[in-house]
């Protein structure tokens, strides 16, 4: 038998995506019209880790009022970070380098504290796997998922991917033209760390007549003789899409900085050594665009929009079930619940074998391959 709940927290971590605004303002209505309270963690759990950082406080009350109208804005009202880690905290050791420190226990604190009866975690593989760890120190937790990655396990799709995919979309419709009048090949970089989700949905709706995703190996050859072949039938121009996770056969991921205590790798850089290998291999006129951290600005589509509503709506329906430890999913077309033991440290890769790529490959795709 749990305990009635008067009072809950939310907090947004990881890399922000379109549609975590629609999630807060879902969770903090839908607790409101159960009588409960509402409070937000600012930037991830860093609000109750580093209150002095915030002259405001750094848990906010947020009431009804303040959630209105912010569904349809991107980022997050109450800020985020990818550097937080409660369980794996960095701090500067004596010596000058840095060390990491359990403080998940002032999470916890905090939370008895404070009255808090519940928490609702939006996030992405790294704030799911927190939050499922606090659950299993006795939190009551119920997970969101969110990343314009995809790559969460055992939901269907997360928010904010479709955002991505709808604005990578419209740089490639635009690109097309401009790749059109100069002859020109145009290497479109995007993001998805090690999923190429975002590169295959994209670069199949935006027409690109190569796409490189981490899942398939690819050989800079086979790419080369693809724009080649489009040459040779008087097709000037192509239009390539890369993940910035793409590997190619006989080479490593490309990367802009190693992981470090409290932070990952950072991915970056493959679309530069396609275009360049590319333009030595063609001789073709060649121009790189990394669309980077624009797929994850701006507003969230209809879809992410909705899914967000649905899913902040859907983790207060758990906790008032006396559901904890779970993540809201997206099954078909209805939420359901699955285990956060179930998610945590599990990446989606594109399957090899999903109709999207054969969709890819029907319509003479290369993947390097
Ligand atoms: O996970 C979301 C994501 O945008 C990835 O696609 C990308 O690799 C990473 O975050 C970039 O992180 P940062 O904002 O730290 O540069």
Redesign the pocket.
Known sequence: MTSPIRRIAICTG????PGLNAVIRAVVTAAANRGWETVGIRDGFSGILSPGHYPGGGVVRLSREQVRGIAHLGGTILGTT?KGNPFSFPVKLPDGTTGAVDRSGEILDYFAREGIDALVSVG?DGSLTIANELHHRGLRVVGVPK???N?LDKTFTTFGFDSAVSFATECLDRLHSTAQSHQRVMVVEV???YAGW?ALHAGIAGGAHAILVPEIAFDIDKVAAKVRQRDAEGRLHSLVVVA??ALPHDGHRALVAAAGIG?AE???GAGEQVAHELAQRTGKDTRLVVL??L??GGSPTAFDRLAALRFGTAAVRALDAGLSGVMVALADSNVNYVRLEAVAGRMKAVPLDCDTLQTGRDLGVSFGD
């Open positions: 990881g890399g922000d995506a990818n992405g990343t314009i990655d790559d993001m998805g760390r975002i910035e996770g932070h950072r991915l970056g980077g951290h797929l994850r």
